[in-house]
């Protein structure tokens, strides 16, 4: 199993510019979550999903943050328009109901 | 909802001796799991080690282990014969419940290992 896959690795864009970043689950996980982690706030859950459907997203910032999860294996999570305060690295986990979560390698966001 | 404090931002050990690291826990919730991350430089999330809260043995993986003192809300990791691969930051997380819920981390431990 390939684990759990993040695209792009790395991203720099600029300040007001749209940014997608791209998770795929293992297969057969029904549950993905989306961290972010900085250095003043450490690592927070952003969203979650259960079988393709958001549960909890208090933990997104603000409205310019969105998540979707249109089948069992693909998310994105999208910020428009990014911000500095946005550089971060973005995390996906999976994981079955309950079971360990397994995390991607991240994908390390730079909005200058 | 959780709050998971850890109080120790570096630590610094002995190739070969014996560290701990603190981890202090708050919840509502009556089931609930712990749980230690390793993130070594290359940024990946390594589960170190669980620990579901309703059960009183402490858990143990290798050289890792658990001291659980769940009326305290403590959950310290112990790292016996450190090695120079356990140099990392570590982080404490829970979990509410056996559902498919997000964790909520502490700040993390940076752990040092001299040769």
């Known amino acids: 199993d390939a684990g759990v896959i993040q695209s792009p690795r790395h991203e720099v864009t600029e300040m007001g510019q749209e940014v997608t970043l791209r998770c795929k689950p293992i297969s057969g996980h029904n549950s993905l979550f989306w961290y972010r982690q900085t250095m003043m706030r450490g690592l927070e859950l952003l969203i979650y999903?259960?079988?393709?459907?958001?549960?909890?997203d208090s933990g997104m910032p603000e409205d310019r943050f969105s998540a979707k999860m249109p089948n069992a294996s693909f998310s994105t999570l999208k910020i428009q328009p990014s911000e500095p305060r946005d550089s971060a690295v973005y995390f996906c986990a999976s994981s079955y109901p309950g079971q360990q979560q397994f995390f991607g390698p991240g994908t390390r966001l730079t909005v200058l | 909802a959780q709050t998971v404090t850890q109080s120790q931002p570096e630590m610094s050990v002995q190739e070969a001796e014996t560290v701990t690291l603190s981890c202090t826990y708050d919840?509502?919730?009556?089931?609930?799991?712990l749980f230690w991350y390793k993130q070594p430089p290359s940024r990946q999330m390594i589960l170190v080690i669980r620990q579901e809260a309703y059960k009183q043995q402490n858990a143990t993986e290798n050289r890792f282990s658990v001291n659980f003192q769940k009326a305290a809300k403590s959950f310290s990791l112990k790292i016996s014969d450190s090695q120079l691969g356990d140099a990392a930051m570590y982080f404490c997380a829970a979990k509410s419940g056996g559902g498919a819920d997000g964790l909520t981390f502490g700040k993390g431990t940076h752990l040092i290992i001299q040769p």
């Open positions: 999903f259960n079988n393709n459907v958001p549960i909890d």
């Open positions: 919840t509502s919730e009556s089931d609930y799991y």
